[in-house]
């Protein structure tokens, strides 16, 4: 069976089938969110509207407009033509183009280390036994760049309460995929693959971290980290890590690919933090993809409720 074909037999939960759960086409969905027909806006708009009118996909699925601060969900196009994929080219623009055939299907996920129940998990395994939930997040990278994204995805909680992490494990370290014959950036032989990164335990377990298998309510596409990457909305984009393969827990503090090169611009916490300039530039605003102008950053980009009492023990004045 196919991923898509299974991924549309994924039962709704009960939860999830509320009245706000609207199905857009994209010219409603523009509409709703104000692009088509604001006169002055749709000038400036028009001509980008048109050209991706043909390639966009008609059944847009979201449950909202807007984040839970207002901001507008990005566009599908934004979303999937925009991304950071060094696997494949440090041309954002261009990691749409060179993913387009990669292989998703058959996709294992080996999760073991300091578990009871260590498993190799089919991705059908886990969209069945996880239901798909719509998490609205906004992502920011450290570049100082950010879009507001409909994810589609699970807890990494319950994929780890799953194999029966011991009391000894204090981390999570994850790997993506290696196969240079479908990844070209692979070849580029200065970076350290297979990527890596890794989370504290409780940072794993926290609510917000999503297990992310879907975009605007359709499979996740190759581009944005297909079929499996994990979503950590308060930290910095580069923590989010595409097409996982393996899910490891252990008793120290992972290397990372970005701490191996560049340890002190791009440490292992990496929480999103106005304060605290990275050596090269300022954290402090960021622009929003499809907007002009900058926006304030905010602390834990938004998340501070969710996520600031994990670190009542550690100087957030460190970036890392
Ligand atoms: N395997 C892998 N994961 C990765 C990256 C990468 O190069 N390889 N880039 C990261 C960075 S820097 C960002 S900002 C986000 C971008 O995710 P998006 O393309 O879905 O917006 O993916 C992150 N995950
Ligand atoms: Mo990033």
């Given at each position: 069976m196919s991923h898509s074909a299974f991924y549309k037999s994924v039962p709704v939960k009960?939860?999830?089938?509320?009245?706000?759960h609207i199905y857009l086409n994209r010219r409603q969905f523009l509409k709703a969110m104000g692009v088509i027909g604001a006169g002055a806006f749709l000038a400036s708009c028009a001509p980008s509207e048109q050209a991706s009118e043909s390639a966009a996909p008609l059944d847009l699925k979201v449950s909202a407009t807007t984040d839970e601060l207002g901001d507008p969900i990005n566009t599908y196009e934004e979303i999937t033509n925009y991304n950071n994929y060094y696997e494949f080219t440090t041309d954002k623009r261009q990691v749409a183009v060179l993913a387009k055939?990669?292989?998703?299907?058959?996709w294992q996920v080996e999760v073991y280390g300091l578990v009871n129940k260590p498993k190799t998990f089919g991705l059908e395994d886990l969209l069945r036994k996880f239901p798909a939930e719509e998490r609205i997040y906004r992502l920011r990278c450290v570049e100082a760049w950010s879009m507001v994204i409909p994810w589609m995805g699970f807890p990494l909680a319950a994929l780890l309460k799953e194999v029966e992490p011991l009391s000894t494990a204090k981390y999570v370290r994850f790997e993506s995929i290696m196969d240079s014959s479908q990844m070209p950036?692979?070849?580029?032989?200065?970076?350290?693959?297979p990527y890596q990164e890794g989370l504290t335990i409780e940072e794993a377990m926290n609510d917000l971290t999503l297990m992310a298998t879907g975009l605007y309510g359709k499979m996740l596409p190759p581009q944005n980290g297909a079929p499996l990457r994990l979503v950590v909305p308060w930290k910095y984009g580069f923590k989010s890590i595409k097409a996982i393969v393996k899910i490891e827990l252990i008793d120290y503090e992972p290397n990372t690919l970005w701490s191996t090169i560049a340890p002190h611009e791009y440490g292992?916490?990496?929480?999103?933090?106005?304060?605290?300039?990275h050596p090269r530039w300022s954290q402090a605003s960021e622009r929003r993809i499809g907007e002009s102008g900058r926006r304030p950053t905010l602390m834990f980009n938004g998340y501070a409720e969710q996520v600031a009492h994990l670190y009542k023990d550690i100087n957030l004045k460190d970036f890392y």
């Open positions: 009960p939860s999830e089938i509320t009245p706000e055939d990669f292989k998703t299907s058959p950036g692979q070849k580029q032989r200065f970076y350290p693959w292992f916490y990496a929480n999103v933090n106005p304060q605290v300039p």
